[in-house]
């Protein structure tokens, strides 16, 4: 039996994961976490054997969460399920530690496979995906082209996405607990990096990207 930690801000998308996971005969749910404090809680009282994280968990960065336990929890296989488009967020995952992403628009079919795929020691993404990094990691890199957000650190494109939902330059650093000055460098940069003229440009581009970004691949 094959225990799973699950961490997400969502108490109904919270139980129903429970409820799928614990129908499995070799699976079972060995605690839930809706942010940060409460997943380190659970993983100093248990061991599970994998966990799945949520990009997005209140106002914090689930990949935030994923480098933090590669680091402390090396041998943790981790699952993002997420509601962010794959060709933007499902890279930077596996980056940053995770072994695994689905959206959660997939069937529950696939969160079963990919968690079992994952605790057999592979690395579980959507064959679209697989192709992209293969691409990518072979040195072929025009041959899927890559979203322009791509330039983007992942720092930066977290400010990016903050700007998409309407947050102020003062609303996302008290979000992420960063100076204003500092999130006036970050907006400074992607608008270098992605060729804006102006500050409402940037603003009008990052809307119309989060908007887009749960509708199929984002291109920028």
């Not at 293969?134 to 400010?159: I, M, Y």
Request: aromatic share 4%.
């Amino acid at each position: 039996m094959k225990k799973i930690l699950i961490v997400d801000d969502h108490p109904i998308f919270r139980m129903g994961m429970q409820e799928l996971l614990n129908q499995e005969d070799d699976l079972t749910v060995c605690g839930v976490a809706e942010d940060f404090a409460s997943a380190r809680r659970s993983l100093s009282e248990m061991t599970p054997d994998l966990a799945i994280i949520d990009i997005s968990l209140a106002e914090e960065n689930g990949l935030d969460l994923v480098k933090e336990l590669a680091m402390k929890y090396s041998g943790l296989p981790v699952l993002v399920l997420s509601l962010h488009d794959e060709s933007v967020w499902a890279e930077r995952a596996i980056r940053a530690g995770a072994r695994g992403y689905v959206m959660k628009k997939e069937a529950s079919e696939s969160v079963i496979s990919a968690i079992r795929n994952i605790l057999s020691g592979k690395i579980h993404v959507s064959p679209d995906m697989m192709s992209h990094l293969l691409d990518k990691f072979q040195g072929n890199p025009g041959a899927q082209g890559a979203p322009t957000v791509d330039l983007l650190t992942d720092r930066e494109l977290e400010v990016f996405r903050l700007i998409g939902s309407g947050l102020s330059t003062r609303e996302i650093a008290e979000r992420m607990k960063l100076g204003i000055k500092t999130i006036g460098t970050y907006r400074d940069r992607i608008r270098q990096k992605l060729c804006l003229k102006s500050g409402s440009e940037l603003t009008r581009h990052a809307v119309l990207w989060k908007e887009n970004e749960h509708f199929g691949r984002s291109g920028g």
